[in-house]
C-alpha cells in the first residue's frame, strides 16, 4: 500500500494535478467545463483561495492555488468542488452510473481518480515553472501546436497582461517549457 504524503503550509502555494476517472474525455463536453467552473467559482467564494493558474483538458485538470495566510486545508477544497461537481454533473445529464458494492459504500460516483497529486511550491523559481508547465500542457498532449490555440487556460489572461507574449512556446520541442511534473 502506498503513504500519501501531503504537505500543508498555511498560506501557501501549491501545485495540483486532478485527473477523471480512467482518464474519461469528460471536459471535452461543454456542459462539463461550465458544470465545473460554476462549482470551482462557489468553492473560491464559499472557501477562499488566489487562483493563479490552470488549464482544463479533456481528462485532466492543473492548478497552480496560493492559500489564505494561516490556511492549509486545500485537501477541503478539492474534496468539495470533486464532490459538488459529481452531483452536479450526475444532475445535468441525468444519469447515475452503476457503482460496485465497495463504489457505493466508499460514496464514490466513477467521475473522479480517488486521490488528486500536489506539489507544494518552494520558491519563485519553482512557481514559474509550474506556471509554463501548466500552460504549455495542451501542447506537450498533442491536443494544440501553441498553448494559445487551447481555449480552456488562463494563458489568454497572462497574454492579456503581458506575461507572456501570444506566441510563447510556439517552436522546436527542445526549445519549449514544461518540465514540471504532471
Not at 477562499?48 to 485538470?61: K, N, Q, R, T
Not at 490556511?71 to 450526475?90: N, Q, S, V
Not at 464514490?108 to 519563485?124: C, L
Amino acid at each position: 500500500m502506498s503513504i500519501y504524503r501531503r504537505f500543508f503550509i498555511p498560506g501557501g502555494t501549491f501545485f495540483f494535478t486532478v485527473v477523471t476517472e480512467r482518464r474519461a474525455p469528460l471536459f471535452e463536453r461543454e456542459l462539463a467545463r461550465d458544470v465545473f467552473g460554476n462549482v470551482f467559482r462557489i468553492c473560491q467564494r464559499r472557501l477562499p483561495f488566489e487562483s493563479i493558474a490552470m488549464v482544463l483538458l479533456p481528462d485532466h485538470l492543473h492548478a497552480l492555488w496560493t492559500l489564505p495566510s494561516g490556511d492549509d486545508d486545500y485537501a477541503i477544497r478539492w474534496g468539495w468542488i470533486k464532490r459538488r461537481f459529481t452531483l452536479d454533473w450526475l444532475k445535468a445529464i441525468d444519469v447515475d452510473p452503476p457503482r460496485t458494492h465497495s463504489r457505493a459504500r466508499e460514496r464514490r460516483r466513477s467521475v473522479w481518480q480517488r486521490r488528486f497529486w500536489e506539489h507544494a511550491i518552494r520558491d519563485e523559481r519553482d512557481l514559474e515553472s509550474h506556471f509554463d508547465y501548466i500552460h504549455f500542457n495542451p501542447v506537450k498532449h498533442g491536443y494544440v501546436a501553441s498553448p494559445r490555440d487551447w481555449p480552456w487556460s488562463t494563458f489568454h489572461k497572462y497574454v492579456a497582461s503581458g506575461h507572456y507574449p501570444a506566441d510563447w512556446a510556439k517552436g522546436p520541442p527542445n526549445e519549449l517549457p514544461g518540465n514540471a511534473g504532471e
